[in-house]
């Protein structure tokens, strides 16, 4: 190579000077002029070796760059650190909701709250005891979630709101996107029952889900969940085998010999057209589950009971008085323990969206196999075959604003809604951006009261007026009317209540 290149070098510096053909030979080169013509054809040699080597050595360069190294961090309604590729996409956030409240209650419904008996064990005179106006942090969490190597994905979050104990909401890893099940995780997390429950509490339309929350469903669970889309994600399926879980749900254990549970969930979208601003949801939900041993399930207060499968059925109104140790968590309506080999829960979903007016409605009943009293003492043990406790809610939206609500296709329940023109006041051009305002308006009922079992029956009317300040920062106004009718001597009534949260989420 060295050769060619001198050879070529010489041939050209000789060429160069050679005159015309009728011109006369021209001088030789000096030894300086060589000297320097091998000095450039040194250096232009070494040019081409670096050359060379540094394309071969590349790609195994790449190939020892560690995964990841190479995220940016990003502002999306969140701290997020990703790659180009996005093979790699991590969320470090949180939230805050800041609740007050004020109540209107009548005196002979502050009498003692429902114990471990329940309803059917009242003294007289008892009511839900003394609803306090107060302020309080209805939610502080703290969150990392993300993808790592595109398949893999993790979600963490951390509950800071209660004063006793922090505790945690989701705590899982999976897999997604493989080839025959779309999604596998294993850990702490929802439990696929009800859109309602389904859906985040960053983007609840009302500061509380529906009384059907409380009464029926399971929120949070450790266990195994697959998931599938089906037909271009008009169709998606949640199956999950998990602890039962209805004692310490916020903090991932669970423990009582055969305690588990079954959820499954089926929905589809029929209707979908402009990227969901108009479409339609359908759904259904089933789960069984066993009773979980008394003594593990926080005490029933009797011996005998201790020592069998219990289950209960109370509700609370959507508005909270209470967080951790601080407030009243009484609940209005209360079956009290009952012993039982296993409880059926089942119910449809209906949802649409049409542009920016929505209706979401839900029912769920549950049938709990062999029931038996605990109490009142009277009607210990006494068999009341296959009672069926159920309730629905119906509730409606409309943003005078024009957006429309969110949905997740992935899973099928409701998302956050985009922002079309985000509070901004331009001082200099004297314009004012108002955000999103979004009023609505929700009905729900439970019925507690089956087979001589009397849990009490709960009405529930809520209006509610969203300020959506930016994609991840609102203020909610809910007005409530919740009458409490059960069975005497437990005092029936109206209790009225207002309350305003201030939700940040990042």
Known sequence: MRRLLLGLGLSACVA???PAAESPAPAPLTEQEVRELRERLDKLEKQVEATRTATETKPAADAAKPAGSDMKPVW???????????????????????????????????????????????????????????????RVRIRADGTVSQHVEFMFEYDFENLNQIA?????????DLPVINTIRIGQMKVPQGLDMMGNDYHLTFLERSALSDA????????????NTYFDQHMTTQSMFHRAATNQPYNGSDFGDGAYAFTTRVTGTPVWECDGRYMVHLGANYQWRRGEPGRNAGGTGNAFAD???????????????????????????????????????????????????SVQAEATCSFVDGARQVYP??????????????????????????????????????DRPKILNPFRWYCGDNVLQCGAWEMAY??????????????????????????????????????????RDVIEPANSGTVHALGMRAAFYF
Request: glycine fraction near 14%; charge should be neutral.
């Open 216 to 227: 029926f469903w399971t929120l949070f669970a450790p266990g195994v969940e697959i998931a």
């Open 377 to 414: 003492t009277a009607d210990f043990n006494k068999a009341r075959g296959t009672p069926m406790f159920w309730g629905g809610y119906v509730q409606t939206s409309y943003f005078l604003t024009g957006e429309n609500r969110g949905y997740d296709r992935r899973f099928g329940y409701f």
């Open 16 to 18: 160069s000077v050679l």
């Open 442 to 483: 929700r009905f729900s009922y439970t019925d507690l009261n089956d087979n001589g079992i009397s849990g009490g029956l709960l009405y529930e009317h809520t209006v509610g007026l969203n300020w959506y300040l930016q994609d991840n920062l609102k203020l909610q106004f809910n007005y409530l009317n919740i009458r």
């Open 76 to 138: 999306d309604n969140g701290l997020w650190f990703r790659t180009p590729d996005k093979d790699f996409n991590i969320h470090l956030g949180g939230r805050i909701h800041a609740d007050s409240v004020w109540w209107r209650q009548p005196v002979y419904l502050k009498g003692p709250p429902p114990g471990n008996g329940g309803i059917p064990n009242s003294n007289p005179g008892d009511g839900v005891g003394p609803l306090d106006d107060g302020f309080f942090f209805r």
């Open 307 to 357: 020592t069998q499968n219990v289950v209960r059925f109370r509700d609370r109104p959507e508005l909270r008085d209470a967080v951790g140790t601080g407030g009243n968590s009484a609940r209005f309506t209360d079956t009290g323990w009952l012993i039982t080999n296993g409880v059926s829960t089942m119910g449809p979903e209906f949802m649409t969206i049409w542009g920016p007016f």
């Open 168 to 176: 945690f909401d989701h705590m899982w890893v999976g897999l997604k």
